[in-house]
């Protein structure tokens, strides 16, 4: 069992940046392949990124591709996702996921473990 804790959401203008952690508790997160979801209200939850187990492979959305980077520090048990060029159809709640795979692509089912997310918000 881990436990993910998203922190650094918030309210920017766009054009601006974010960087989002999720912290692990009680387990290492080297265990797990790593991800980044959104879900807005009314819509599903869109997979934007994930990162295997020891940051060697990563994998991108389109729509965040160039603009988006996934990235883990095994030591500090954190995964980031530093977010540029923020536009307002971004906004989003942010959630990080982990897989017990080496290295999850973008399938919801591939996760077995859910932090409660994070609101990011881009005004015009």
């Known amino acids: 069992q881990v436990q993910l804790l998203e922190s650094g959401g918030g309210a920017v203008q766009a054009g601006g940046s974010l960087r989002l952690s999720c912290a692990a508790s009680?387990?290492?997160?080297?265990?797990?392949?790593m991800a980044w979801f959104r879900q807005v209200p009314g819509k599903e939850r869109e997979f934007l990124t994930s990162?295997?187990?020891?940051?060697?492979?990563?994998f991108y959305a389109d729509s965040v591709k160039g603009r988006f980077t996934i990235s883990r520090d095994n030591a500090k048990n954190t995964v980031y996702l530093q977010m540029n060029s923020l536009k307002p159809e971004d906004t989003a709640v942010y959630y990080c996921?982990?897989?017990?795979?080496?290295?999850?692509?973008?399938?919801?089912?591939?996760?077995?473990?859910w932090g409660q997310g994070t609101q990011v918000t881009v005004s015009s």
């Open positions: 996921a982990a897989t017990t795979l080496p290295y999850g692509l973008g399938t919801l089912n591939e996760y077995n473990y």
């Open positions: 009680e387990r290492t997160l080297s265990d797990y392949g």
């Open positions: 990162i295997s187990w020891n940051g060697a492979r990563t």
